[in-house]
């Protein structure tokens, strides 16, 4: 095999953290093969790379897998301001264009990517669980996958998610960190965990909308947002910033939260967003003895979604592992495929894809 043949194997290999080629980032500096080894020189944009021992393996493989025997060196070095600006401008033009009104993506009908709304009436009903397993569902049936945390005050999809490392900056642009091979951003890897956040809205809004305008998003097939609170003022700009919202309404059986679940979707069709189904959440506890316990009463969902017109997309069952997946950062999903709750949350992923995109979204939006 050649030096160039070479190159061009390692200049594939996707940086985990990026999510892009390595030649695409100009990352790969140069491979030289002389006898029994290998050595290659990749430029990394910052001094601390979250993913790099795992960058460090894949190239290895990709060297492993062109046929190439024998020790594999890889050296790094940081990037200097001119190299970093030439990798910043292959991220921007790997971002899909910014249409909306602040020229964000995402907002533009001709977007690829899915934006998944979800949303309850109130805290405690599992928005977040739900947001990120249905994320990781959706990635294990093998789309790409991001997550926007803008429950800017009760954020907690850093923590659920497992999100180890801080997120990459290179200069002014954001790489939303991966874990379980799902990206995310939230105001949780922005905050100490101990302080709260005492912000005043317009700073919430422009964090928000920094989230989306100075990130390296790329195109995923899905972005899934745990939605603020239903009609605050931060749910509002997220719907200026996002009109292609499709909304998943949370609620749990017991006819009182249906009542209040209504209200978060009747204010998301007020926004003009889409509610395209409902979620029924701690449906039934399976015992020990393999019958189903009702605890929170039973109906809600149906209920809900009968009222507003949509489907019944799911119910997920009570079970201790998804507390504790979220405790822990490992999903239930993750941890537990087979069970009675991932395969719940295996047909959300599998139906809201099926359904397809929202086919009505408005031309324009005015909230004033
Ligand atoms: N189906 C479920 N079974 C067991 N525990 C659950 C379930 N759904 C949520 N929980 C737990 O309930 C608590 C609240 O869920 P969370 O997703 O944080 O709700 P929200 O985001 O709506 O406030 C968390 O501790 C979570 O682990
Ligand atoms: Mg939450």
Not at 27 to 54: C, F, G, N, T, Y
Not at 290 to 304: A, H, N, T, V
Not at 316 to 337: C, F, I, K, Y
Request: proline share 6%; charged share 25%; aromatic share 4%.
């Amino acid at each position: 095999m050649n030096e160039s043949d070479l190159v061009d194997a390692i200049g594939q290999v996707i940086d985990p953290e990026i999510r892009l080629p390595l030649a695409d980032l100009h990352m790969l500096r140069w491979a030289k093969v002389r006898r029994s080894r290998v050595d290659i020189q990749i430029d990394i944009p910052v001094p601390e790379h979250p993913a790099q021992l795992e960058l460090e393996n894949r190239i290895r493989q990709a060297v492993r897998n062109a046929g190439v025997d024998g020790d594999v060196n890889v050296r790094t070095e940081i990037m200097d301001a001119s190299e970093r600006a030439v990798l910043r401008a292959a991220l921007a033009s790997d971002n899909e264009d910014g249409h909306g009104q602040e020229s964000l993506p995402f907002a533009d009908k001709t977007s690829h990517t899915r934006v998944i709304g979800i949303s309850s009436g109130k805290g405690g009903v599992g928005k977040s669980s739900i947001t990120v397993n249905l994320a990781l569902s959706l990635a294990r049936m093998g789309k790409s996958v991001a997550i926007l945390d803008a429950d800017v005050y009760g954020f907690s999809v850093p923590k659920m998610l497992g999100v180890d490392h801080d997120p990459m900056v290179i200069d002014d642009i954001m790489i939303p960190p991966i874990a379980h091979g799902v990206a995310c951003l939230s105001m949780g890897l922005f905050v100490e965990d101990s302080q709260p956040l005492i912000w005043r809205g317009p700073m919430l809004h422009k964090a928000l909308q920094q989230f989306l305008s100075d990130a390296h998003w790329g195109k995923p097939d899905y972005l899934v947002i745990d939605m603020p609170p239903g009609t605050g003022d931060v749910a509002l700009s997220m719907a200026e910033y996002l009109p292609r919202t499709e909304i998943v309404v949370v609620t749990t059986p017991q006819p009182a939260a249906q009542r209040v679940a209504q209200r978060s979707a009747i204010a998301a069709r007020k926004m003009k967003l889409t509610v395209r189904g409902v979620v029924e959440n701690m449906s039934w506890f399976t015992g020990d003895d393999r019958k189903r316990y009702e605890i929170f009463g039973s109906g809600g969902g149906q209920d809900l979604a009968h009222s507003l017109g949509v489907e019944l997309l799911a119910q997920v069952p009570l079970v201790s592992a998804l507390r504790s997946g979220g405790d822990s950062g490992v999903p239930v999903v993750a941890s537990d495929p087979g069970s009675e709750a991932s395969q719940a949350f295996e047909r959300l992923a599998q139906r809201i894809d099926d359904m397809g995109p929202a086919r009505v979204y408005r031309k324009e939006l005015t909230i004033r």
